[in-house]
């Protein structure tokens, strides 16, 4: 019995705040509708208040009743609507959701918890614990479990079979090959059925862009409305897919850039209409694929970034600038602010900073565009899955790495005299031009020597390359990405975990990291 009610509430919980989305999202365009738009927004306002007035009552929640009861006869009076205490009031019904909910996973420890919905009060964190997935969509991998344990059976029996031969039949080598050949097609079956039912439970992964947005229009008003600026928040791509596993990067991530591009970004209202702007300035965020890859720009049309200015503040602070490529590389630096004291917006020199690192944890990157006087994007890149993928094994003093092959050119076999030492820096010539050289087993300490020869494997990111250096190769496989433990931290070059088939744990290597290790050979990382 008890059971049934807790599930009942975990259901409550999960469709109250997908109302309590929709209201806030006809809330906060309120401002932009025209008079027929605005009537229809504030009829599907009420109705959504109405539901969970309703739903609440049924579950014997009778504050949060009261509490849809009085925002719905707020939007029933007519009039003026103040659309602050309103969103107040989002919040405190969000707050006491977040309370049901953390009493009912203490209530049943081990239990899952219902996808949290962040409202301004949070740190700008989500917690994406739960996603609705339609029976339609479940039935087809019902049916290829089915055909799974169909082929599994027939692959079972085929061994079977070949294990009951005699050995000292005459026929024993015929019947033998004409078994192991029907194991053989049995396991290619069930290859073809696994690869569909991971495509279809990867597919399940997949969330659209579109679940942050929300939050982030949230923000742009909050932030807007504490700085005393006016700011219009406009969308696009809301449907590009991303694995649920980067939801809470991407939340983080888009939350610091969206609030840095309101209050740095975009000038007060009385400046802008002084350089010939609209006094509402305009922030943007798109989102596209780009191959395995999501590009999402997160762009304003404030006054942009002041190189000059921006080298004289690092100057002034200590901050060495003579290795950056740029000087907006400097706002990634941690403890590093343009602002000369902190509110509770900014100030601290951790936002960016805290966004490039967490980017980077999951395989992405970040960069800057600016153009003074017209505005400043940034562009966030983040794989599209970080579940399963596709590497290249390969080996250096009996160590196993595997290369994510989205990064791999191409390997060519080296042999003694084919590099060469050009100050300091191991070199290979590879069409036409000299590759540096970055030996596995030097770089993870296991050979104290760069070696001679060898496999070298040409990899890529962002226009840079580098050949890594390893004894053999073994091979493309699939791998499931895993993360490091805690306690080995982040070792330079090391993107993630996986285990091969007979047990042993291997590292991924990170591209974007091995190549920008110093190619020096007395520089060990």
């Not at 009493?103 to 219902?114: F, M, R, Y």
């Not at 739960?130 to 089915?146: E, H, K, M, N, Q």
């Not at 042999?415 to 820096?425: E, F, I, K, P």
């Not at 001679?452 to 494997?457: A, C, L, R, S």
Request: proline content about 4%.
């Amino acid at each position: 019995m008890m059971e049934g009610l807790e599930a009942l509430l975990g259901e409550f919980i999960l469709d109250a705040r997908e109302r309590m989305d929709r209201v806030e999202q006809n809330l906060l365009d309120l401002p932009t509708l025209s008079d027929v738009e605005r009537a229809d927004a504030l009829s599907g306002t009420k109705r959504e208040l109405h539901t969970l007035k309703g739903n609440a009552g049924m579950m014997g929640l009778a504050d949060l009743q009261a509490l849809a009861h009085r925002m719905e006869d707020d939007i029933a009076a007519g009039g003026e609507l103040d659309i602050g205490n309103l969103l107040a009031a989002v919040d405190a019904f969000r707050s006491q959701l977040r309370g049901l909910d953390e009493q009912a996973s203490v209530e049943t420890p081990g239990g899952d918890t219902t996808a949290d919905a962040a409202g301004p009060d949070d740190t700008g964190e989500q917690s994406f614990a739960s996603v609705r997935v339609p029976f339609a969509v479940l039935d087809p991998l019902i049916d290829l479990i089915g055909e799974m344990v169909i082929v599994r059976n027939r692959m079972s029996d085929s061994v079977e079979r070949g294990c009951s031969l005699d050995p000292t039949a005459t026929d024993f080598a015929a019947r033998s090959a004409e078994a192991w050949s029907a194991v053989q097609l049995a396991q290619d079956s069930l290859n073809d059925t696994l690869d569909v039912i991971r495509e279809r439970v990867m597919a399940l992964r997949m969330t659209p862009l579109s679940v942050l947005l929300g939050t982030l229009r949230r923000i742009v008003h909050d932030e807007a409305a504490g700085a005393q600026k006016r700011a219009a928040f406009e969308t696009d791509g809301g449907d590009t897919p991303l694995d649920k596993a980067l939801l809470e990067v991407a939340n983080e991530a888009l939350g610091h850039l969206v609030r840095n591009a309101v209050i740095h970004g975009l000038e007060d209202p009385s400046k802008r209409v002084a350089l010939g702007k609209p006094e509402t300035g305009t922030v943007r965020v798109r989102a596209s694929t780009k191959g395995d890859e999501v590009w999402i720009e997160v762009s304003d049309d404030g006054g942009g970034i002041d190189r000059d200015e921006l080298y004289r503040v690092a100057r002034s602070r200590g901050v060495v600038t003579d290795q950056l490529q740029d000087v907006t590389e400097v706002l990634f630096e941690s403890g590093f602010t343009t602002r000369e004291r902190a509110d509770m917006g900014s100030g601290r020199g951790v936002g960016l900073s805290a966004v490039r690192k967490a980017v980077q944890r999951q395989g992405g990157e970040i960069e800057i565009t600016t153009a003074l006087g017209r505005g400043t994007t940034f562009l966030l890149r983040l794989p599209i899955s970080v579940s399963i993928a596709r590497a290249l094994l390969v080996t250096a003093d009996d160590e196993v790495y595997a290369v994510p092959l989205t990064a791999v050119v191409e390997s060519r076999r080296m042999r003694l005299g084919d590099s060469h030492t050009v100050n300091q820096a191991g070199v290979f010539r590879w069409r036409d031009e000299l590759l540096t050289l970055l030996d596995l087993g030097w770089h993870f300490q296991t050979n104290c020597e760069a070696r001679p020869e060898g496999y070298v494997i040409v990899i890529e990111v962002g226009g840079k390359r580098r050949g890594l250096v390893a004894d053999h190769i073994l091979g493309v496989r699939e791998v499931v990405v895993k993360g490091l433990d805690p306690i080995v931290g982040h070792p330079p070059g090391v993107g993630g975990s996986t285990v091969l088939g007979d047990g042993r744990p291997i590292l991924i290597l990170d591209p974007k990291r091995l190549v920008e290790v110093k190619p020096f050979s007395r520089e060990a990382a």
